[in-house]
């Protein structure tokens, strides 16, 4: 009979920091996930489902190219034509706008649509769900929702096709809506989950190295964000974990052997359920900041911006919660042990990850000292900030904010 040592090995580890008094979710309302290399061929059914039951008209939303390009529609094309009424919005672009996201309403209100099928990543499903609430409210625009704290109350059902291994909104109640401006709001409501989600890595062989790198970053930061904010679980803590292995496994023979179907699979897999731990967990100080930059610069992508922000952010975030990162950052830094003095450490483990993925590892390239006071202004104004920042384990102030970005640039 075991004694008490693995107890006393548990209670002296992340899992002693844990509030075993706060009750969280363990499993909230969540789409239906269908994960696996053939995974689409389900959406037939899911389609022959929707005609049956009176959802027999589908807006379709893509961006210009992802949907081609990854061989999603010859194979979907042919299953909307057979089972319903379609029409197809592909002006979804990186970053998309309130603008956008009305203009894709208009065609659905056009054409009574049911529902909404997204075809792409992380952009194009939270379009799917903005567009998704606005058929539901016709007399509303998004800024009513994102903006002005209109309650949602309804929205039409959304089926979402993946096509990258990144964002982790298929998983999420979360949608982004930014306006053209400065500002980029957030929502969260259950009615935002998809009904179904369908992930098959076939659709992720196409992705350049860049993208897919700078998508499974993203997916890297939703895991540490989830499980170092205030009120991470323990599922939280156990997705991240799961989620960092496997993307310090796979990325680098996705990027040498792009067609690696396997790598795919665990890259997606990993997305999904670190999107999985922010929807309870919430995201905070990195995407704070790296919204700010993109309001700047909008041609860095996502991922790759919360990657050049991370080892400055790892660098302050590791005191306040050392065994956590230590267990999750070990199959890239196996020498922590979890104690707050060795936070240098494990930022330059992550700096030499990083390198080896071809991940940059700061902000110089993109912004300069003089920059700072506008990215600060930027945070400390935002709606998305003051939603994550409460979620930060440590005081997100004014200071803090311009010293993460300033370190960012010496990186």
């Not at 997705?239 to 993307?247: Q, W, Y």
Request: charged share 15%; hydrophobic share 50%; proline share 8%.
């Amino acid at each position: 009979m075991a004694g008490p040592e693995p107890a006393r090995r548990i209670m002296g580890g992340w899992e002693g920091k844990i509030d075993i008094h706060k009750v969280f979710v363990l499993r909230p309302t969540a789409p239906r996930i269908t994960c696996g290399v053939g995974a689409l061929a389900g959406l037939d059914g899911i389609l022959a489902d929707m005609a049956a039951s009176g959802r027999d008209k589908v807006l379709v939303v893509t961006d210009a190219t992802a949907y081609t390009a990854s061989g999603a529609w010859k194979t979907i094309q042919p299953m909307l034509e057979r089972h319903v009424a379609f029409e197809h919005f592909e002006g979804v672009r990186l970053n998309p706008t309130f603008a956008s996201c009305e203009a894709a309403a208009r065609r659905g209100r056009d054409m009574q649509a049911k529902a909404v099928l997204a075809i792409g990543g992380g952009s194009v499903i939270d379009t799917a769900k903005v567009v998704a609430v606005l058929l539901r409210h016709p007399i509303r625009g998004a800024a009513d929702f994102w903006e002005k704290g209109v309650p949602v109350t309804a929205a039409a059902p959304i089926v979402a096709i993946n096509t990258a291994h990144g964002g982790g909104s298929e998983c999420t109640a979360l949608a982004m809506a930014p306006t053209d401006g400065e500002h980029r709001p957030a929502l969260r409501s259950p009615l935002l989950y998809p009904a179904y989600a369908i992930e098959d890595p076939a659709l992720t062989i196409s992705l350049p190295a860049r993208h897919t790198v700078s998508s499974t970053i993203d997916a890297m930061t939703h895991a540490l964000e989830a499980a170092t904010a205030i009120g991470a679980s323990p599922y939280s803590v156990a997705l991240a974990r799961e989620a960092v292995r496997l993307i310090a496994a796979c990325l680098p023979t996705a990027i040498a052997q792009p067609g690696n179907l396997a790598a795919r699979y665990w890259l997606m897999y990993a997305s999904a359920i670190a999107g999985m731990g922010f929807d309870g967990g919430m995201p905070h100080l990195p995407h704070a900041l790296e919204h700010a930059m993109a309001a700047l610069c909008a041609d860095i992508p996502h991922g790759e911006g919360l990657g050049m922000l991370l080892p400055a952010v790892l660098r302050a975030l590791y005191p306040a919660a050392p065994e956590i990162l230590a267990d999750i950052l070990a199959p890239i830094a196996p020498e922590l042990t979890g104690v707050p003095g060795e936070a240098r450490l494990a930022v330059d483990r992550l700096k030499e990850f990083f390198v080896a993925v071809g991940q940059p590892t700061g902000i110089g390239a993109y912004f300069t000292g003089a920059d700072v006071p506008a990215l600060s202004r930027l945070v400390l104004k935002s709606s998305l900030a003051r939603m994550l920042l409460p979620y930060s384990p440590i005081r997100a102030d004014a200071d803090l904010v311009a010293r993460l970005f300033h370190q960012a640039l010496e990186s």
